[in-house]
């Protein structure tokens, strides 16, 4: 079966790229089951439930997030009631939400996806480590094909997620700095890696956002509102091959397409 990550998705040009792409990848061949980041998805930071929807609509399967899933409040009410929409796992216990899902694939394969959050240079958060060891028994018992977010900022703590899970899980893939790594790989007990997946938006920018607008907090180190670029989209993601029988990994590859603003 095939599974497709997409990195970051921001803002609204993130979101239609994510849909253009997603399409044409369809056409070209099969894909069993998506999953997108989503935690810049609405103007840039958070994601609120007309942003969730629209890629919902557009064939995500499954939603994860990061540090900015609270940005919107209306999303609060909404995660309650769509188990779809994941927050990070190792969150305080009692926070809204769900931190993993498991979901059927377009094969009829259950897929299971847990949203992780890293600690190093983050926000408090429970360890990551003990909170997918934690779930796994429960997911274990329905699936072997699972898929892990490690919304991270450190890579050290992104490939270490991956080797302390390797064999555990069929992939796990780190978002949250939008910078796309390339050091994709299959374990040697089956699970596929990818420090960060990239993300989804606006090229000509700094990780999706107006250049000027950084460039000025950067110079002046002054308050600046933020605001997510124009123009060509770059979509940014992985596209994962793994047996359902065993959820053992058999490739992984980068993807990296660009559509027109």
Not at 144 to 163: I, L, P
Not at 195 to 209: K, Q, W, Y
Not at 224 to 251: C, K, L, M, N, W
Request: charged share 20%; net charge neutral; glycine share 10%.
């Amino acid at each position: 079966m095939r599974l497709v990550f997409f990195g970051d998705v921001v803002g609204r040009p993130g979101r239609r790229a994510v849909a253009v792409v997603l399409r044409q990848l369809r056409r070209e061949v099969d894909v069993d089951f998506v999953v997108a980041n989503v935690e810049n998805a609405a103007g840039g930071k958070g994601v609120d439930p007309g942003s969730a929807e629209e890629l919902q609509d557009a064939g995500v399967d499954v939603l994860t997030t990061g540090n900015h899933v609270w940005q919107n409040r209306d999303i609060v009410p909404y995660m309650q009631e769509n188990a779809r929409l994941l927050r990070p796992l190792n969150f305080a216990p009692g926070v809204p939400g769900t931190g993993w899902v498991v979901r059927a694939a377009r094969d009829g394969t259950a897929v299971g996806v847990v949203n992780l959050i890293g600690r190093v240079f983050m926000g408090p958060a429970d360890c990551p480590f003990r909170a997918v060891d934690g779930v796994l028994p429960a997911i274990h018992a329905t699936t072997r094909v699972v898929f892990v977010d490690m919304h991270a900022e450190a890579t050290s703590e992104k490939v270490g997620m991956g080797v302390f899970l390797d064999g555990k899980v069929s992939a796990v893939v780190g978002s949250h700095t939008h910078v796309q790594t390339a050091d994709e790989r299959v374990l040697s007990n089956g699970t596929a890696v990818l420090t960060d997946a990239g993300m989804c938006g606006p090229e000509d920018s700094i990780l999706g956002v107006r250049a000027d607008r950084v460039l000025d907090r950067f110079v002046r180190q002054m308050p600046v509102r933020f605001e997510v670029a124009s123009g060509p989209v770059i979509v940014q993601g992985a596209v994962i091959e793994v047996d359902p029988a065993t959820g053992r990994a058999t490739s992984i590859r980068r993807l990296q397409e660009r559509v027109a603003a």
